[in-house]
């Protein structure tokens, strides 16, 4: 894992920016899994202004979204709402190029096999974005004795179900569908987002190189090709 630091979130927005676009110039057509939240908000409203002044560069890219949250409305603040407007719409991302949970699923089972499918026959991912959670989580692969190597339905942590993408939502999830271990680690690249408050004591469990399942996100370090970019907040490392 190579880590770079930055001294602010959009230094290192423009820095993630200048890696997706040199992936997609590589490969028009890469297959891009998306985290939501706000960590790569400012990656997404780069890739946005690029779109505005050549906006050929995305006409063949696809999208799949890492995680959801079950049991919100599509439209009031779930993974799919955040991406259709800081993604799919501003990059004009054809439905057939896009990929994503359903957060209204009735049949959990049948909607991660579904997504399982997607994963199989449009994979492998080329490129994933990840942000980190407070706890160490990836997409929603909570701490845990033991790992869901793919899509799965997660039992949200206390910290999730704080998030700030769900402070205001009036259904408050305590599920959520993701990708799992296996699916993430089976990605070419991975640019992993490490910015906002309350990261200090994660990041630094990250940063030791110590792996573990109750720091999910330890396991990048098994992974030969991610760039993890973290604004740094003084004693992070
Ligand atoms: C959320 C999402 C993740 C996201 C992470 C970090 O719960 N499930 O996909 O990457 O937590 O979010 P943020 O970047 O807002 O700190």
Not at 11 to 22: D, F, G, H
Request: net charge negative; charged share 25%.
């Amino acid at each position: 894992m190579t880590i770079t630091y930055f001294d602010n979130p959009l230094l290192m927005s423009e820095k993630a920016t200048e890696l997706v676009l040199e992936e997609i110039t590589k490969n028009p057509s890469l297959l891009l899994c998306a985290a939501t939240g706000s960590s790569p908000l400012p990656l997404y409203e780069g890739l946005a202004l690029k779109a505005q002044r050549k906006r050929s560069l995305f006409d063949k890219i696809r999208i799949l979204l890492l995680d959801e949250w079950l049991g919100l409305p599509s439209n009031e603040g779930s993974c799919n709402g955040y991406a259709q407007e800081k993604i799919i719409a501003p990059l004009e991302v054809a439905k057939e190029r896009y990929f994503n949970f359903n957060s209204e699923a009735d049949d959990i089972a049948a909607e991660c096999k579904r997504m399982q499918e997607v994963l199989d026959k449009e994979g492998p991912i080329d490129l994933c974005i990840l942000g980190l959670g407070k706890n160490g989580h990836l997409g929603f692969n909570e701490p845990a004795d033991e790992l869901q190597p793919h899509c799965h339905l997660a039992n949200l942590s206390l910290k999730s179900q704080e998030h700030d993408m769900v402070a205001k939502t009036s259904a408050k999830p305590v599920h959520g569908l993701t990708l799992g271990m296996q699916d993430i680690l089976s990605a070419k690249k991975i640019i992993l987002l490490v910015s906002g408050e309350g990261k200090e004591v994660v990041a630094k469990q990250l940063l030791s190189g110590e792996i573990t399942n109750q720091c999910p996100a330890t396991w990048l370090w098994k992974h030969d090709n991610v760039h993890c970019l973290m604004v740094s907040s003084g004693d992070m490392h």
